[in-house]
């Protein structure tokens, strides 16, 4: 079974430059997530998709952030204008279930660096 | 203050020896997650513990929810360079809307 695909691994930009992130679940998985994990932190959940819906994205940053799973199965997590603070990891999740209860399945990220 | 605390941040362990891991919560947990991160990589499910005094193995780890629910313990025996990565404890709780909320990590390095 095909884990979390994630692109780019690596990504440089200069801050104010915009860039996007692409994430293919797990096939069948309903729910996808994005979190951010900056540099010795936890993950931060900025969205949380179940199917094409949004369930949860009280802590993505909508003036510069925005994410789509328009068929409800690959996902693209943007941000424009960047900012120095948005270097971080951005990790791709997803589960089978429509709850956050469970096995989460990551991808191996995408590093961002705003310089 | 982080609502999910994990101890210690970091650890340094010769090769074959044992360790703890301790995550503590601020709220009553429905359910604690254990993952393991290796630089550069996504995180891996290790286990979950959802009943107080719940203790779960996995190789040669294993973890512990206490009775009380509100603290978990990680410990490894017999420590491999295998074993080296961040260790992140997730939980949801009865505060966090059935989201998962995240301790900082705990970086453990073995030395052979």
């Known amino acids: 079974e095909a884990g979390v695909a994630q692109s780019p691994r690596y990504k440089i930009i200069e801050k104010r430059q915009s860039v996007a992130f692409w994430c293919n679940p797990i096939?069948?998985?309903?729910?996808l997530y994005w979190y951010q994990q900056i540099l010795g932190q936890g993950p931060k959940l900025l969205i949380q998709f179940q199917n094409n819906g949004v369930v949860d994205d009280s802590q993505l940053p909508k003036d510069r952030f925005s994410a789509e799973r328009l068929k409800g199965v690959d996902s693209t997590l943007k941000i424009q204008p960047a900012k120095l603070e948005d270097s971080a990891v951005y990790l791709c999740a997803s589960s089978k279930g429509t709850t956050n209860t469970g096995e989460l399945f990551f991808g191996e990220g995408s590093r961002l660096t705003v310089l | 203050s982080q609502e999910l605390e994990q101890s210690p941040q970091s650890l340094i362990v010769q090769e074959g020896k044992n360790l703890t891991i301790n995550c503590t919560s601020s709220?009553?947990?429905?359910?604690l997650y254990w993952y393991k991160q290796k630089y550069g990589e996504g995180l891996i499910f290790l286990m979950m513990?959802?009943?107080g005094g719940e203790e779960k193995s996995h190789e040669k780890i294993t973890a512990k929810l206490d009775e009380k629910k509100q603290q978990s313990s990680l410990h490894i025996t017999a420590s491999q360079p295998s074993h080296a990565g961040i260790y992140l404890c997730?939980?949801?709780?009865?505060?966090?809307?059935?989201?998962?909320?995240w301790g900082a990590g705990t970086k453990l390095i073995i030395k052979p």
């Open positions: 513990l959802q009943k």
């Open positions: 997730g939980a949801d709780t009865m505060d966090s809307n059935y989201q998962l909320i």
């Open positions: 096939s069948g998985h309903a729910t």
């Open positions: 709220k009553t947990l429905y359910g």
